[in-house]
């Protein structure tokens, strides 16, 4: 990103966001920039699989019920992660990406973190973990 680039939104509109250098380009397409969060995984701060941690500023939008994600370790993937891959691109076509996220993206993905949380395993885990690896090679 460039310098100041979250003063102008919290949210990555397309992989061409004027905001995103060209080798920033590259690190986020091969999803390069989530290998520093294996440091807080095992730094203990951090879970392979888990929710994904969110801006302060989308927390704070959520309801009571939703707030029960924040009781379980963040996760570098999840199911979330998987159904919204491309979620940059998603908001690029949306003329209020803003609003595309909070009303739409961010309950459907806090809802596939619920499920996952009300019943957590191992093969769950594998899976995920599975399906993303699939993901960034293709």
Do not use: C, H
């Not at 680039?5 to 989530?34: C, H, N, P, Q, W």
């Not at 969110?54 to 029960?68: A, F, G, I, M, N």
């Amino acid at each position: 990103m460039r310098t100041n680039a979250d003063k102008e939104g919290k949210l990555t509109v397309g992989m061409r966001d004027s905001r995103i250098t060209r080798i920033g380009y590259f690190i986020r397409k091969y999803k390069l920039d989530e290998f520093p969060q294996f440091i807080n995984v095992i730094k203990g701060e951090m879970s392979v699989v888990g929710p994904r941690p969110e801006v302060r500023e989308y927390v704070d939008l959520y309801s009571t019920e939703q707030q029960k994600i924040l009781s379980v370790k963040p996760g570098i993937t999840d199911y979330a992660s998987l159904a919204y891959f491309e979620e940059n691109e998603l908001l690029a076509k949306s003329d209020n990406p803003t609003e595309t996220y909070i009303k739409e993206i961010m309950p459907a993905k806090l809802e596939l973190n619920k499920r996952y949380i009300e019943n957590p395993t191992i093969g769950a885990d594998l899976k995920i973990i599975w399906l993303t690896v699939k993901k960034i090679s293709s």
